[in-house]
Nanobody, 115 residues
Framework: QVQLVESGGGSVQAGESLRLSCRTS????????MGWYRQAPGKPRGFVAA???????NYTDSVKARFTISRNNAWNTVYLQMNSLSVEDTAVYYC?????????WGRGTQVTVSS
């Protein structure tokens, strides 16, 4: 059974940091592209960051230089370090694992940033 479990969300003030984690099981983690997406109230789910199996990364423009995605293949876990958080980063953050045509999603973790 495939499981992706996000953690690390919470409520912070603008300018503070959070580190999200997504621990996976039931997949060959090291071959999967791992991504973070987010969905704010009333908006569609959107791409935040991704890291490929070879370690290459990409980010949506609004989080570049503030967020860092990383992975630990030994722990089957992907991370999202989020610095200088702003109110606009408030959303539910979802972890995604992708390999060829297969996509798996976690249930999300809430991040709330107040001014």
């Amino acid at each position: 059974q495939v499981q992706l479990v996000e953690s690390g969300g919470g409520s912070v003030q603008a300018g503070e940091s959070l580190r999200l984690s997504c621990r996976t099981s039931g997949i060959n983690f090291k071959i999967h592209r791992m991504g973070w997406y987010r969905q704010a109230p009333g908006k569609p789910r959107g791409f935040v960051a991704a890291i490929s199996s070879d370690g290459s990364t990409n980010y949506t423009d609004s989080v570049k230089a503030r967020f860092t995605i990383s992975r630990n293949n030994a722990w089957n876990t992907v991370y999202l370090q989020m610095n200088s958080l702003s109110v606009e980063d408030t959303a539910v953050y979802y972890c995604q694992a992708t390999y060829k045509a297969r996509n798996y999603w976690g249930r999300g973790t809430q991040v709330t940033v107040s001014s």
